[in-house]
């Protein structure tokens, strides 16, 4: 393309049918791949653009560089991107724009919020012109009403996760923190119930390695913990090496954002997400209407009788256990964490996943007393629970055998066993969703938060 043509822009359908030439297009970007090194000593990334001439599925722009420095730094999805002297391709059946860090040239502006006609970032090679400003005030105008088209399963609800695949997510960013020297954590939520897994650690582990409550290697503060909601899942997030700075800076507290390759895997029987080189950002409008579907049936979700309840657990809880008070609501341990009052009553569907002595005869003092600590876990948190005294009689039906006490243990943590009421070494454990009654109480007058404890009453396992 000579520089007579430096004025034609071409539409991205017409761009698509003229490979091996140079081309100048503008577009709005909305998909965002991070930085890598090539097997050289160049960097590249890919952005996936759009235009009125194609909404869907847009193309994508690959950019080559001599560092990372040098490639566009977006600063939003939903931003513009004007290019000049690109070169189509194809590759794998598809055609990509190339940018050729010899002659070709980037501006970016700022998306459809924006009456700014300046570039917050150009290429060394990027001259302005006067008819710029028509192009991108254009493509704002059109992005006013535009919704991007992506079908009903492009992007998976929580509760449909599965170990060790990448996933596209939609979810609301509830906070982000360092939890460790230069390790960042997010904390992602989209209103449904991540699915219940199956344990492979031995019951006597609790003993010596017991299962966190939490990844993060520190609790949240209350008062933070208060502000996320208290049905759903919140996912923690981490960053694969590399990815971190370049992903931060879109990642902002009460935004949603939608996520293009995450990695879900299973850390200490807790769902965990992984940020990855190959995970993308794609545009998230206020309006989107993927967002307004969640919310609308998180809402659905909360106005129901039963709507604190796990996903998981329904058709209904397990009959393993009766608890005093059947007309009492359920509530979520999340709810139980965040009450606004130190000492309260609770009923929880919840699984126990760890108990501790881990051995049925070692639940009772040598003055026969119960003290016992169980790990409950809901979809929303994992919390410890103490059995003791007479609650501990009332929840076992008094003082059975041994024999009897390790059945009922091993029902309600999931064990399996054979034939001859062994347990089998190895084997998932899948604890069942049962009902408890719960009390908060605490052990400092000085420092009633900081002291508070919870244990089971009002329930026997049958």
Known sequence: MGDSDDYKFLKITDAITSINQKVNLIGVIVEIGFPKQTK?????????????????????????????????????????????????????????????KKFSSFALYEGKES???????????????????????????WLVDFQLD?????????????????????????????????????????????????????????????????????????????????????????FDQGVQKHLLHFLHT???????????????????????????????????????????IYNERLSLKYG??????????????????????????????TYSEVTAKFKCVARVVAALPCQAEDFRSPLGTYRIRLTLEDPTARIHVHLYGEDGEKFFGGYPSVDALTWKLNKLLGVTVSDNGKQINNAQRNPLWVQFCLKSYYLSKNEVWGSRHYRIFGTKVV
């Open 254 to 296: 009460g935004k949603w954002v939608k996520f293009v390759n995450v990695l879900c895997e299973v850390h200490s029987g807790l769902w965990r997400g992984v940020l990855t080189p190959f995970t993308k950002l794609r545009y998230t409008p206020i309006e989107d209407h993927l967002v307004s579907a969640r919310q609308r």
């Open 115 to 141: 009456g700014d006609f300046l570039p917050y970032q150009v290429s060394s090679k990027f001259r302005p012109r006067d008819l710029d400003k028509k192009f991108i005030e254009g493509l704002r105008k």
């Open 150 to 238: 992506e079908g009903l399963s492009e992007f998976l609800f929580l509760r449909e996760i599965k170990q060790e695949e990448r996933v596209n997510l939609a979810c609301k960013v509830l906070h982000i923190c360092e939890v460790a020297k230069e390790e960042w954590m997010a904390f992602l939520w989209d209103g449904t119930d991540a699915p219940p897994i199956s344990l492979l650690t031995k019951l006597e582990d609790e003993v010596n390695d017991p299962l966190p409550l939490q990844l993060e290697p520190v609790p949240l503060p209350r008062d933070l913990l208060c502000t996320f909601p208290t049905v759903g899942t919140v996912l923690r997030v981490i």
């Open 40 to 100: 050289n000593t160049d960097c590249f990334c890919t952005l996936k653009i759009i235009d009125e001439s194609r909404p869907k599925p847009g193309m994508s722009v690959i950019f080559f560089a001599e560092s990372k420095e040098k490639l566009p730094h977006v600063a939003s999805a939903g931003d513009i991107i004007q290019l000049s002297h690109v070169l189509m391709k194809t590759h794998c059946g598809e055609v990509n724009a190339v940018f050729n």
């Open 308 to 337: 604190r309840m796990p996903y998981w657990s329904f058709p209904w809880t397990s009959n393993i256990t009766v608890v005093d008070y059947e007309n009492v609501p359920f509530v979520t341990l999340m709810d139980v964490l």
